[in-house]
Structure formats: structure tokens, C-alpha cells
């Protein structure tokens, strides 16, 4: 069974940077598009960012110009970059394919983003 930890979250200010990393335990990234999510406490998931086996990138508008994904298949890695974080960003984030698989889900990581 694949196995995917996202690691990276933390406490950071308004406007500052994280980076957030996805690694699975075998190669799932070649032939699958991959997401992250994010949900905020009394909110439903949401989709954020995604990057197809291409390396096609779309974005949720509350992200866009300010977050990045990329893929590293060579790592079985999927990364989000998030730069000019606001408040609004605070939630734990996942990754998993797009559509999920729900074996898929794992922990996920908190980002906090507060003064």
C-alpha cells in the first residue's frame, strides 16, 4: 500500500514562505496527476494546486502567483511552494492524486500563518 508524508508545515508570518514536500514510498507520481489540498478548520477539503504526468500546472484563484508545484518522479517527491502567505493560507495541507484515492490520504502537515 502507497504511503505518502507530507512534511514542511509550520508557524510563519503574514507575507513570509514555506515549502511544503510530499514523498511516497514507491512511484505513484509517473502516472498519476498529483494535488494538494488543504482544509481549514469547519472547512471541506479543497484542491489547490495540481501538475499533471506532463508537468501541467493549475492553480485555485486564491493561490495563483503565489504558489508553485513541482514534481521530482526521480524522488517519488511532490513539492508546493508557497510564497506571500496570508492568514487565509492557515490549514493542514495533503497531497494525494487527482481525483484522490482514499487509501492515499496520510497525515498531512499544519500551516499556521499568523503574527
Known amino acids: 500500500q502507497v504511503q505518502l508524508v507530507e512534511s514542511g508545515g509550520g508557524l510563519v508570518q503574514p507575507g513570509g514562505s514555506l515549502r511544503l514536500s510530499c514523498a511516497a514510498s514507491r512511484n505513484i507520481f509517473s502516472f498519476n496527476t498529483m494535488g494538494w489540498y488543504r482544509q481549514a478548520p469547519g472547512k471541506q477539503r479543497e484542491l489547490v494546486a495540481r501538475?499533471?504526468?506532463?508537468?501541467?500546472?493549475n492553480y485555485a484563484d486564491s493561490v495563483k502567483g503565489r504558489f508553485t508545484i513541482s514534481r521530482d518522479n526521480a524522488k517519488n517527491t511532490v513539492y508546493l511552494q508557497m510564497n506571500s502567505l496570508k492568514p487565509e493560507d492557515t490549514a493542514v495541507y495533503y497531497c494525494?492524486?487527482?481525483?484522490?484515492?482514499?487509501?492515499?490520504w496520510g497525515q498531512g502537515t499544519q500551516v499556521t500563518v499568523s503574527s
Open positions: 494525494n492524486a487527482d481525483p484522490p484515492v482514499v487509501y492515499y
Open positions: 501538475i499533471t504526468t506532463y508537468g501541467t500546472t
